[in-house]
Nanobody, 122 residues
């Protein structure tokens, strides 16, 4: 049974940093894409970043230069290093894996984690 378990969420002040982790189990995702989405109350689910099976990375413009996505295939784990956090970054962050289409579309991803809350305070 495939599971994606996020960790690392919490409360951080604006301008601070936070690192999210996503531990995958049940299968290896080496060679497959993995990524992060987020959803704030009252807003649509939004693509944040992804890394392809061959290593290419993609970011939504609002986080480019502040967030870094990476993966450790030996540990079957995905990471999102977030720096210079802003109030608008507050959301539930979801780990996703194995896309079969355009990475910005939630429907393109086969597996989803339960999400981890990121709260940004002023």
């Amino acid at each position: 049974q495939v599971q994606l378990i996020e960790s690392g969420g919490g409360l951080v002040q604006a301008g601070g940093s936070l690192k999210l982790s996503c531990a995958a189990s049940g299968r290896t995702f080496t060679g497959y894409g993995m990524g992060w989405f987020r959803q704030a109350p009252g807003k649509e689910r939004e693509f944040v970043a992804s890394v392809g099976g061959a290593g290419s990375t993609f970011y939504v413009p609002s986080v480019k230069g502040r967030f870094t996505i990476s993966r450790d295939n030996a540990k079957n784990t995905l990471y999102l290093q977030m720096t210079n956090l802003k109030l608008e970054d507050a959301a539930v962050y979801y780990c996703v894996a194995q896309n079969s289409g355009y990475y910005e579309h939630p429907s393109s991803w086969n597996y989803w984690g339960q999400g981890t809350q990121v709260t940004v305070s002023s």
